[in-house]
């Protein structure tokens, strides 16, 4: 992940964990919304 390099670009240590886990939901999200997403274009 990016989120420790852009964090210490920024000269931020406390954007890590939460950049780390608001990345983590989103792969989460799009993962299920992938898999909802190809079984609506199955039925077409």
Same mark, same amino acid.
């Given at each position: 992940?990016? *989120?420790?390099?852009?964090?210490? =670009?920024?000269? &931020?240590?406390?954007?890590?964990?939460?950049?780390?886990? *608001?990345?983590?939901?989103?792969? =989460?999200?799009? &993962?299920?919304?992938?898999?909802?997403?190809?079984?609506?274009?199955?039925?077409?």
């Amino acid at each position: 992940m990016f *989120v420790p390099a852009v964090a210490e =670009a920024l000269k &931020n240590k406390d954007v890590v964990m939460s950049g780390i886990t *608001v990345g983590i939901i989103g792969y =989460a999200i799009g &993962n299920y919304l992938g898999l909802v997403i190809a079984e609506l274009l199955k039925l077409l």
